[in-house]
Nanobody
Framework: QMQLVESGGGLVQPGGSLKLTCASS????????MGWYRQTPGKQRDLVAR???????RYADSVKGRFTVSMDTAKNIVYLQMSSLKPEDTAVYYC???????????????WGKGTLVTVSS
């Protein structure tokens, strides 16, 4: 199976920037899309940004213009560049990967264990 590991989280002041990285390891999986979700205590996990291997992207309205998602399709690595961070961006950020229809794991979704981002002065 493929494993996903997030890194780059931490404490940042409002208005600051962070770059999150999600790297894959283990069995190679033919991926269609990778993305970032975030969750705060007591709330559901919500989509932040998603990118496909064809370059298509989707963002939550709350992060448009501030966050940029990108993907290294050869290595199954996904990045999230976050700028102009706000206290309401504080959350645990999780990455995920969706296997393509060409892969035996099609229909499954892989998740990382998350990295905490805290935006506070």
């Amino acid at each position: 199976q493929m494993q996903l590991v997030e890194s780059g989280g931490g404490l940042v002041q409002p208005g600051g920037s962070l770059k999150l990285t999600c790297a894959s390891s283990g069995t190679y999986v033919n991926i269609y899309a990778m993305g970032w979700y975030r969750q705060t205590p007591g709330k559901q996990r919500d989509l932040v940004a998603r990118v496909t291997t064809h370059g298509g992207t989707r963002y939550a309205d709350s992060v448009k213009g501030r966050f940029t998602v990108s993907m290294d399709t050869a290595k199954n690595i996904v990045y999230l560049q976050m700028s102009s961070l706000k206290p309401e961006d504080t959350a645990v950020y999780y990455c995920n990967a969706e296997p393509s229809s060409l892969d035996p794991d099609y229909g499954l979704t892989y998740w990382g264990k998350g990295t905490l981002v805290t935006v506070s002065s």
